[in-house]
């Protein structure tokens, strides 16, 4: 059963800048952080904010949303689960990175990545 097809969850969006994630409706168009005015990122439907005071934490989550990657638990029309591992701290994820760039892989392709250990080109596909 599609889960995301009958019901309209709000989704997380992130200011960086003022470190504050809000849920708000889905819809195509631009989202604006009421404290500053800049306008937010979409994080996804399963996004958990690092406490504001969390530095290495709101470091991480730059880090995942400006490889291009959101976090979602479920597939995208909602019918099966399929966890992604996102990395919680800025060490978590520059431990990925330079794993990644030693494999030859993407941000987007390494930041996903469990262990850095697992980074081969193609590492990712079929998780």
């Known amino acids: 059963m599609c889960t995301y097809a ?10 960086r800048p003022c470190r504050r994630s809000h849920k708000q409706p889905w819809r195509a168009g631009e989202h604006r952080c009421p ?32 490889a291009g990657l959101t976090y979602e638990g479920f597939e995208p029309c909602g019918c099966g689960r399929q966890p992604g591992y996102r990395p919680r701290t800025s060490a978590q994820a520059r431990a990925r990175l330079r794993a ?3 494999a030859g ?21 079929g998780r």
């Open 35 to 66: 404290r500053c005015r800049l306008p937010m990122r979409y994080a996804g439907h399963d996004f958990a904010a690092p406490r504001r005071a969390d530095e290495r934490g709101w470091r991480a989550v730059a880090a995942v949303l400006e």
């Open 6 to 15: 009958f019901v309209h969850y709000k989704v997380h969006y992130v200011c």
């Open 100 to 102: 990644g760039a030693r």
């Open 105 to 125: 892989l993407t941000a987007a392709e390494a930041l996903p990545l469990r262990d850095p250990s697992d980074a081969q080109p193609g590492a990712t596909r």
